[in-house]
């Protein structure tokens, strides 16, 4: 197993401790500055493990496939937790994860008829911005300045989620055909 990959699985292995440190008084008030060190570090193999794995040609289907699984299940886990303490509206918890689900089935059903679908910009931005609002809602600081700021990053995130929807099926609305 190569590097980039053992850096996707070391993501997933974090998300348990991610969500223990962020929902659970594990480490009284230290811990949701645990869980944010943790999804910092989950978010950083993100961009470690593709950079590694473009620039020494260690491309593999398990990367193609466990890489953008991991970034979700990172994304999804924090973001339920969110919903869960009342820190975040369900209806953008589900928005984000149908986007998720509509965008997989776009992949299978593509990489079933042997097309590969890569990532679009949109999609990048999508992911920075709920990575930058997920770290920002684990912060919590409380003021005023800060609240607003969560707020105009919460709402760029939503409409990235589904400009980068509609891009994505617009650009890839062929894979639809593949399916008669």
């Not at 999804?39 to 794995?53: C, H, K, R, V, W």
């Not at 699984?69 to 009342?86: M, N, P, Q, R, Y």
């Not at 911005?129 to 990053?153: E, R, T, Y």
Request: one cysteine or more; aromatic letters at 10%.
């Amino acid at each position: 197993m190569n590097t980039p990959n053992k850096l996707t699985i070391a993501r997933v292995i974090m998300i348990p401790f991610f969500v223990a440190f962020l929902m659970y008084d594990i480490a009284g008030s230290a811990g949701k500055w645990v869980a944010l060190a943790i999804f910092i570090i989950a978010s950083l193999t993100d961009t470690l493990d593709g950079y590694l794995a473009r620039k020494y040609h260690l491309v593999t289907n398990f990367g193609k496939f466990m890489d953008p699984l991991a970034d979700k299940l990172l994304v999804c886990s924090a973001l339920i937790c969110f919903t869960a303490t009342g820190q975040l509206a369900a209806w953008i918890t589900i928005i984000i994860i149908a986007r998720e689900f509509i965008i997989s089935g776009f992949r299978l059903i593509a990489a079933d008829n042997g097309v590969v679908i890569a990532a679009s910009y949109w999609g990048k931005f999508k992911t920075v911005s709920q990575m930058i609002l997920i770290i920002l809602m684990i912060m919590d600081i409380q003021n005023s300045a800060f609240q607003m700021l969560i707020q105009v990053v919460l709402v760029i995130a939503v409409v990235l989620t589904v400009v980068s929807l509609i891009d994505y099926i617009i650009k890839n609305k062929s894979v639809l055909s593949m399916q008669d």
